[in-house]
């Protein structure tokens, strides 16, 4: 079954502790993105990768790392995290061509004390 | 830049109502245009899409027309059920190169029998 998976679900951390959202897809797609959603505000694109090694900066980059060492895997890490950072997240993956489907995971809701 | 944006929420139906659900894009180039959708607790997942004007993307008995005169992609279903009781998100995709989606806030629509 083709799914993007993410782990946890929920985690509530105080400020400042570092922590690493895992995201791994079984479809072999180049294409991963990590997304933060906020009531009124829809989805913002964090970071992207485009391939292995190859990762850069979507719109609300800041207090967010992302690193790229396989295909399968994208995770997403907050060195120093901060109350403002508290949000829902999702991963996605897309095959690369324009107009394709992005799939997503099920969504890790951090809360950030 | 590249925006979408959707009418304010929550559309609280009765059953086998008419819903629709407006959503208005301001791009360059001939973007893209996506509706997906969020069910309670589970992440997104593309509900129909249309890649080029007056193109109607449809499932599962809901419909959208690509109108670039109007720069609209309006979501419509003639019945609706409790079923379909979720966040409805419209999207497009620029003709940038890459796979990025601009998402609208989102419209949480509720159907009660």
């Known amino acids: 079954e083709a799914q993007v998976t993410q782990n946890p679900r929920y985690l509530i951390t105080v400020t400042g502790k570092k922590l690493t959202v895992t995201c791994s897809q079984n479809m072999n797609h180049e294409y991963m993105s990590w997304y933060r959603q906020d009531p009124g505000l829809g989805l913002r694109q964090i970071y992207y990768s485009m391939n292995v090694e190859v990762t850069d900066k979507g719109d609300v980059p800041e207090g967010y790392k992302v690193s790229r060492k396989e295909k399968r895997n994208f995770p997403l890490i907050l060195e120093s995290p901060s109350p403002n950072q508290t949000s829902l997240y999702f991963c996605a993956s897309t095959s690369g061509g324009m107009n394709t489907e992005a799939f997503f995971g099920q969504g890790t809701r951090l809360t950030v004390v | 830049g590249d925006s979408v944006t959707q009418m304010e929420g929550p559309v609280t139906l009765s059953e086998e109502a008419f819903l629709t659900i407006n959503c208005t894009y301001t791009?360059?180039?001939?973007?893209?245009l996506f509706w997906y959708v969020q069910y309670p607790g589970e992440g997104l997942q593309l509900l129909l899409k249309a890649t080029k004007a007056d193109d109607k993307g449809s499932n599962k008995g809901f419909e959208a027309t690509y109108r670039k005169e109007t720069t609209s992609f309006h979501l419509e279903k003639g019945s609706v059920q409790v079923s379909d009781s979720a966040v409805y998100f419209c999207a497009l995709q620029g003709s940038g190169g890459y796979n990025k989606l601009i998402f609208g806030a989102g419209t949480r629509l509720a159907v009660h029998p």
């Open positions: 791009a360059t180039g001939y973007p893209s």
